[in-house]
């Protein structure tokens, strides 16, 4: 007999219908990152604003998380406020409010305000990651550096489980810019965060980008939520404005 589907894909508030349906018998797992015990890669698609192309005005971004296969696993959208937004640009604080193929939030992230210049080691950029909503299951921490961009993954102990080194110049100009995932010691490639190059019209008009993130189909549900949040934050970071997208900063941490 054919396989039972226990729930249907259903259409999200954008229109959406391509779900991916959520594994069955993950009992020890937060709800709703079931989804990622079986994949060992995400891509991130954040959705162009057209308002935001014609007169420049911040919006707040939303973003579309797919497995390999381009079905839909997540819809995530920033939850900031207006003025923060339009004044701060990428430094703003935000939350971010990740939900599954019924509208039910499973991950929520939250970024408060902070430098991200090597010249202020004392006060750099974090995220923090709960699932279910309210329970924290890691971190994500800037390490101070000159050159390269370091983070590390903690989890909900605060231990580090894994670390994430970008290059010296973090701008995308006709390729793809990689995030390397290690392991904690920071000696074992363990998986990428990848930048990808979308084409000049998209990337020169619209900050609105594309990532890959990669890691071992084995890794920790946990740890695997947290990548996502560490995209987010890079995302925010480095690639925000478009004056980045335009390739007119990007060198080191400076």
């Given at each position: 007999m054919d396989q039972v589907i226990i729930q249907q894909p259903t259409a999200n508030k954008d229109g959406a219908e391509n779900w991916m349906q959520a594994p069955q018998g993950q009992s020890n797992c937060p709800l709703g990152l079931e989804y990622l015990s079986m994949i060992d890669q995400l891509l991130v698609h954040q959705k162009v604003e057209l308002l935001e192309v014609?007169?420049?005005?911040?919006?707040?971004?939303?973003?579309?998380v797919k497995n390999s296969m381009g079905q839909n696993i997540y819809s995530?959208?920033?939850?900031?406020?207006c003025c923060v937004r339009n004044c701060c640009g990428s430094f703003r604080p935000f939350n971010?409010?990740?939900?599954?193929?019924?509208?039910?939030m499973v991950i929520h992230l939250h970024r408060p305000y902070a430098c991200q210049s090597c010249c202020f080691p004392c006060c750099l950029q974090t995220m923090?990651?709960?699932?279910?909503p309210g329970t924290l299951i890691?971190?994500?921490e800037q390490n101070w550096s000159i050159w390269k961009p370091h983070f590390s993954i903690k989890d909900a102990a605060g231990e580090v489980v894994l670390k994430i080194e970008g290059p010296c110049c973090t701008c995308s100009?006709?390729?793809d810019v990689n995030?390397?995932?290690l392991s904690a010691d920071g000696k074992s490639?363990?998986?990428?965060?990848?930048?990808?190059?979308?084409?000049?019209?998209?990337?020169?008009?619209?900050d609105a980008d594309i990532f890959g993130i990669s890691f071992p189909i084995g890794l920790d549900v946990k740890t695997k939520a947290v990548l996502l949040g560490a995209c987010f934050l890079i995302d925010f970071m480095f690639y925000e404005s478009k004056a980045n997208n335009n390739h007119s900063s990007g060198l080191g941490m400076i």
């Open positions: 014609l007169t420049g005005f911040e919006t707040a971004n939303k973003y579309l995530a959208k920033e939850s900031s406020n971010m409010k990740i939900y599954d193929n019924v509208g039910n923090e990651v709960t699932a279910p890691g971190t994500v100009c006709g390729g995030f390397k995932v490639e363990m998986g990428m965060i990848s930048k990808q190059w979308s084409g000049f019209v998209r990337e020169a008009f619209t």
